[in-house]
């Protein structure tokens, strides 16, 4: 069992291990104990490395506690000579809240860390909050992905997040703060019973679960994680996977020699990668979809068709996901094309949308061709409610695809980083 690591020791191996020539470093405050700590063990280790530091709280509007607590971690900041930043999120929130909050945190902060020039971004979690996730996700019945819980460095929001305390116990830091004589916040959500986080918590804690062991798990987790990622990997690029304009297709004969788990991966990628999105399917949902393609049914899911042939499955973009885009002519489409006409300084007027039905009336189609539902979600240059390219087809005026979804993405979506 990994016992949990002395902080001082697991964040400076951390930080050499992880970003050994970083100049400047973000650190993301909440105000709260771990990220407190967080703070006075990098400037130990700044002072000794002679890197930079920046911090930066992010202030939701939504519990009138969390001014104070910035300024405390702003004071703190200031006794020990760090640059802070306070940001502030004021869209309207849709949807589940509580992911909105830290999607927008994420993006405020990524952008925040490269006006600042930071290389990388570290977060206070610890090995209390991985064993929690790892218990959450197994009550929620994830499989080896979801039990890999966080990972020490990953990219999100275009930005490297560092969590250099994963290793350290959250009591180990509170006596690290003490020790020092430093007031942290309590947020008082952290009580508050309606989470499943803190269900969870208060859980092991009764129970005395073993919080390093559940951390072990994630460990082991990440390991075979990448171990079937490469695996899928390997298998896309001995042909299990053809890409064509934006579509997948997963051919028939080699999926068939591979095992159901390397098959699920490349179909979940596959999803991904299609509709743009940041994280896949659940391998666990797409079982049955699986079984409906076996049976010559196609389906739809994840803002995607997919599309039961003899030689291939087709996965593509689902027309009603992207009936509603319209962007002008060179601006980013659906989050991965940019179109625009060879001589698009003449027309200022030109946007980019969903060929669709109205479009397809307007074009001579191909023979043979992509089926019906990937032409009509297919990108294409408009004037008004005139067709005038689809670059795709090489139909219409000339055109340039300045980007369009690369193969390589698929490949490096597999292999987690
Ligand atoms: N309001 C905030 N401003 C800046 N950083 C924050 C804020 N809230 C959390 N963080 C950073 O994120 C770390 C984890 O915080 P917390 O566990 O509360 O977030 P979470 O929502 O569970 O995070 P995650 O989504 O990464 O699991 C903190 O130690 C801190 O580094």
Known sequence: MTDP?????ALAEAMQRWVPDARRIGVAMSGGGDSMALLHLLADWAAQSGAELRAASVDHGLRPEAADEIALAAKTCAALGIPHDSLTWDEAPAGNLQAAARDARYRLLSDWAQAQGCAVVCLGHTQDDQAETVLLRLLRGSGVDGLAAMRPRTLRAGTVWLRPLLAVSRAALRADLTARGVAWAEDPSNADLRFDRVRVRQAMAALDLPVAR??????????????LGRRAAEAAQAGAVRFEDGDILLTADALSALDAETRLRLLAEALRWVAGAAYRPRLSALTGVWDGLEAGQGATLHGCRLLAGVSAWRVCREYRAVAALEVPAGALWDGRWQLRLAKDETRPDVTVRALGQAGLGQITRPDPGPPHP??????????GDEVLSVPRLNWGLSSRVDRQPEPASFISGLIPH
């Open 214 to 227: 559940l951390a072990d798990t994630a460990q082991a987790m990440a390991r075979a994680q990448e171990a």
């Open 374 to 383: 990937s032409l009509m979600s297919t990108p294409a240059l408009w004037r």
């Open 5 to 9: 690591a002395a902080p001082g020791q």
